[in-house]
């Protein structure tokens, strides 16, 4: 597949689609992909361009930032964020968007813990978009742990056994609280029917926050993301898949990073339903079961 990417850039392009249309297998997202995701090649692309990109323009530090590549990241609130997603994924299958790899880092990039600029709540936040959208999640070795790098020499090291066992004894602080909100998103992602199977919607974007809703055939799961500190949003529930009334078995919500609940409010006086999702950084989800 490297190969095959060579040779696009050496101007062999029918080559490169030929050996691609052999292979069908994914490939790291050097370009555009688009075009290649027509059903004849290949099957899913490493998310770079409508994934990884987009997610590191809204949440990286404002510092100065060593990508380990050509790559200029220009600063995105919000809007930005749903807006380039939107645009850059226009043109891709749902098919290929689910078996596409959506990742922070990789090898070729600098560490995502880095990017941030070692926030644990924001990088927490871009886990959560990477378990809770369509896609492959991806997890480079160490991220788990809050490895950091911003060169070959930083980035690409032996995975550090010795930290990973320090983290699993240490109380729910620091880097232990954060793998241990890791573990817990990937359970969730492995038990929830709307996160594997669902459809996305986009329902809301300020400059620092993003919500949306992944909708299966038994389940809604309702995903709110927080950069920075902001205004608590509201919604009445039917517009973000909530049912009116819901028991305690149909519906849960989960908080990572963050320490604010969020807080359903029931129809009263002709007044319909309504959750408010906090402002606080982090990342909140709900889960409601449909019937």
Request: proline letters at 4%; hydrophobic letters at 40%; charged letters at 25%.
């Amino acid at each position: 597949m490297k190969s095959a990417s060579a040779l696009a850039r050496s101007g062999i392009g029918l080559v490169r689609r030929e050996v691609m249309s052999g292979l069908a297998k994914p490939e790291d997202g050097e370009k555009d992909a688009g075009g290649d995701l027509d059903g004849t090649g290949w099957h899913g692309v490493m998310a770079y361009q409508w994934f990884t990109r987009p997610l590191w323009a809204w949440l990286k530090d404002p510092g100065p930032l060593s990508l380990m590549s050509a790559v200029d990241v220009i600063d995105l609130d919000g809007h930005g964020l749903v807006e380039s997603m939107r645009h850059l994924s226009a043109h891709v299958s749902w098919e290929a968007r689910q078996a596409s790899m959506t990742m922070l880092d990789s090898h070729d990039t600098a560490r995502f813990r880095t990017v941030v600029g070692g926030d644990r709540v924001r990088h927490l936040v871009g886990l959560t978009a990477m378990l809770t959208m369509p896609g492959v999640p991806t997890l480079f070795a160490g991220d788990e742990i809050g490895c950091e790098g911003d060169s070959i020499d930083t980035t690409r090291v032996p995975f550090p056994w010795d930290r990973l066992a320090e983290l699993d004894e240490m109380e729910l602080v620091g880097d232990g609280q954060f793998l241990n909100d890791l573990r817990t998103l990937i359970v969730l992602r492995r038990r929830s029917d709307a996160l594997q199977h669902g459809s996305m919607r986009w329902v809301d974007a300020t400059d620092h926050s993003v919500t949306f809703v992944r909708e299966s055939a038994t389940e809604n799961m309702l995903v709110h993301l927080v950069r920075l500190p902001c205004t608590s949003r509201t919604f009445r529930a039917e517009e973000v898949g909530v049912i009116e009334h819901p028991d305690a078995d149909d519906w849960c919500a989960v908080e990572f990073g963050a320490g604010n609940l969020v807080e359903l409010h029931l129809a009263s006086r002709g007044e319909p339903t309504t959750i408010v999702l906090p402002g606080t950084p982090g990342a909140y989800l709900v889960s409601c079961a449909r019937r």
